[in-house]
């Protein structure tokens, strides 16, 4: 590990109307780690995501992205424009719903290609190539780079999305329940993608699930949220082999055999 964190949430607050989703959360992700923010339902786990990924204002706190050439930036206190800028090249969103990261009335590969022609890409034909390469990588036909998004299956959206997302290089990538509404067969080939790629190009994650087998799968470190709290953190193996917290025991009880 580095000397700072890539990102470090300190304080996070948010609230909609009465109801507290997120309250004085800190969290800390350091280059290539991969962080698992899991929960039930309810939990705030979705919320928080948003607010560290530049989607959603929070109500109080900081959330610093130490950026590529040293800076420390408060997402929130950028402007719009450094912020929509930093998301084009050094963050990266895959959505639990592939639609919402994909435009479906452009092609595989020029749904690849525009993140490239966002971080400055002019050259046709390298465009397409490189698109060619990620289409490969995430198991999709290289035949198919001229088909639409809305004539694939469901597993084959989100392996596009996750191609369109990945080919900028950005440094640390959100996922939302990227698993979600997948068949298990299909879950179990995206993860093992997700797994690789992750160690393949040093790359630094958030995932947010409710589903500890994909955290155990994919992340070095697990922060369990209840009621808008982080009540437990910890390696990955510590937390789901040894948890401390009687909401964390409940919660691997339920769902891991002993």
Known sequence: MTE????????????????????????????????????????GKSTLLNCISGRMRPG??????????????????????????????????????????????????????????????????AIRATAAEWLARVEIDVGRIDDLPRTFSGGMQQRLQIARVLVSRP???????????????VQARLLDLLRSLSRDLGLAAIIVTHDLAVARLLAHRICVMRGGEVVEDGLTDRVLDDPRHPYTQLLVSSVLPP
């Open 4 to 43: 700072a964190p890539l990102l470090r949430v300190r304080g996070l607050s948010h609230a909609y109307g009465s109801r507290i989703a997120c309250s004085a959360v800190d969290v800390e992700v350091w280059p290539g780690e991969v962080l698992a923010i899991v929960g039930e339902s309810g939990s």
């Open 60 to 125: 109080a706190g900081e959330v610093v992205y130490r950026a590529k050439d040293g800076r420390e930036v408060d997402l929130w206190q950028a402007s719009d424009a450094q912020r929509r800028l930093l998301a084009r090249t050094e963050l990266g969103m895959v959505h639990q719903n592939p639609r919402d990261g994909l435009r479906l009335g452009v092609s595989a590969g020029g749904n690849v290609g525009e993140r490239l022609m966002a971080v400055g890409a002019r050259n046709y034909g």
């Open 171 to 185: 440094r640390l990538v959100f996922l939302d329940e990227p698993t979600g509404g997948l068949d298990v067969s």
